[in-house]
């Protein structure tokens, strides 16, 4: 008796991300970039600003209409927040 099998026409086995669209402001300018997160968007844009020398600022992102900024900010002992 030989044996057979059928593929599934819609497969689980590949997992698509969503990647979502962001845009780095630096002191010599800005450009955009994908990302899976938020934080994978900072890590990024942190990685690729100090391989190319420019200097971060910020983070923005527009997702499903929601606009908003990501900031690198720095608590002290005394709970006081200085925005790098």
């Known amino acids: 008796m030989p044996l057979s099998f059928s593929l599934p026409l819609k497969s689980n086995l590949i ?6 669209e962001y845009k780095c402001f ?8 994908y990302a ?3 934080i994978d968007a900072l890590r990024l844009a942190l990685f ?7 200097d971060f ?7 499903l209409g929601k606009s ?3 900031r690198l ?3 002290d002992k005394t709970n ?3 925005t790098l």
């Not at 630096?26 to 970039?33: E, I, L, M, P, V």
């Not at 690729?48 to 420019?54: F, K």
């Open 73 to 75: 900010c720095k608590i």
């Open 15 to 20: 997992n698509l991300t969503t990647m979502y």
């Open 36 to 38: 899976d997160s938020d």
């Open 57 to 63: 600022i910020k983070v923005e992102s527009a997702t």
């Open 48 to 54: 690729y600003c100090w391989r190319d020398g420019e």
């Open 68 to 70: 908003y900024t990501l």
């Open 80 to 82: 006081s927040i200085t």
């Open 26 to 33: 630096t002191r010599q300018g800005s450009w955009r970039f």
